[in-house]
């Protein structure tokens, strides 16, 4: 990974850095490639596979509430903005 890569990870992802951001952003991955490097020299052949790692845990997510709805004005205020009454997002896929 170069800064090349970090050039073309950040245009893929629309976001804008500085120098001193990207050569941190490069430094982070970096990091985080090493660190997966290490997890795959363990020996993990006559290890099952861990599908929970709580077998035993209760769902912690809160009960869903029936409220009413937010009316479509007060959660339009919220978007940044908004066409036809629908929240206006940057194009995604481009042609």
Do not use: W
């Amino acid at each position: 990974m170069d800064e090349s890569t970090i050039n073309e990870l950040t245009t893929l992802c629309r976001i804008r850095c500085t120098e001193d951001e990207k050569k941190q952003l490069l430094k982070n991955l970096q990091s985080i490639i090493s660190q997966i490097d290490n997890l795959n020299q363990v020996e993990t052949d006559h290890v099952n596979p861990c599908y929970q790692v709580y077998p035993f845990s209760k769902n912690v997510l809160a009960e869903d509430e029936v409220s009413d709805m937010l009316a479509r004005e007060d959660y339009l205020k919220n978007a940044p903005d908004s066409v036809g009454g629908m929240v206006k997002t940057p194009e995604v896929i481009a042609f």
